[in-house]
């Protein structure tokens, strides 16, 4: 691993830009799966050498430090000073209170690939009907075009809005992909994802329909198991 130096007394924490990091797109790379790794956990993990290992197993990154560093700088992840747990309501129940806070109007609805709604915000019933058939449409228009976007035109982001003529957001549709679903969050008004709330959002979505991981109890006892193999492997190899 790289000569980094962990700040002592840190646990690792996903931002909102890091939660859409994780679920923006469907291409797995080692930077994504370490996001969604962490997401996937009951708790945040602590900032040591022993999660350091356990991070390396499930990314398949030997310099996870690196990986680290590199999420920290682009605002992926930060260090608090407590230990964040994962939201423990369940996701039917918190999620249209999550999706309001995340609209200037309050007004959302978190929509599935089929068409059907698992939340909305001060959307009718059958208002939210038509926006999920909508994001059905538009998100398989942005698969179907993800080359032209992507390659083409070096476009980063693939979500769609209706705009006013100010080029306000006065609709947006984000795809968000989940442990091979893929969601849409259609948002009117002005849209807010740097809030807490989108990471509370996501973490639901990726405990629930996200790969398994183990908790955080177990994510460091396998980390010391394999940080003390290391070690061993270490000691047997310089005597």
């Known amino acids: 691993m790289s000569d980094y130096r ?21 291409e797995p790379e080692p930077l994504r799966t370490l996001l969604l790794a962490l997401l996937a ?9 022993h999660t350091l290992f356990q991070l390396a197993s499930e990314t398949g ?7 680290l560093h590199r999420a920290q700088r682009l605002a992926l992840i930060q260090g608090e000073t407590m230990a964040v747990n994962a939201p423990v309501a369940s996701l039917e129940m918190r999620a249209p209170a999550l999706i309001a806070e995340l609209s200037g109007l309050g007004r959302a609805v978190l929509a599935e690939a089929d068409g059907f709604y698992v939340a909305r915000a001060d959307v009718p019933h059958e208002a939210a009907e038509e926006i999920s058939a909508l994001s059905a449409d538009l998100s398989a228009l942005i698969t179907r075009h ?12 693939d979500a769609w809005g209706a705009l006013d003529a100010a080029g306000n957001s006065t609709l947006g549709i984000w795809p968000l992909y989940v442990g091979g679903k893929r969601f849409a969050l259609a948002i009117l008004g002005e849209p807010r994802l740097n809030r807490p709330g989108f990471t509370e959002l996501i973490w639901l979505l990726v405990r ?15 980390s010391r198991a394999s ?6 492997s ?6």
């Open 41 to 49: 956990a009951d708790v945040s993990p602590p900032l040591d050498e």
């Open 234 to 239: 270490q000691a047997h190899d310089e005597g």
């Open 227 to 232: 940080y003390a193999a290391h070690r061993l």
């Open 146 to 157: 993800r080359g032209l976007l992507s390659n083409n035109l070096n476009l980063g982001a």
């Open 6 to 26: 962990l700040a002592e007394g840190l646990f690792l924490a996903i931002t909102p830009a890091g939660a859409y990091y994780a679920v923006s797109r469907d």
């Open 61 to 67: 990154e030997s310099d996870v430090a690196a990986l």
């Open 208 to 222: 629930r329909y996200g790969h398994v991981q183990p908790d955080a109890d177990e994510l460091v006892s396998r």
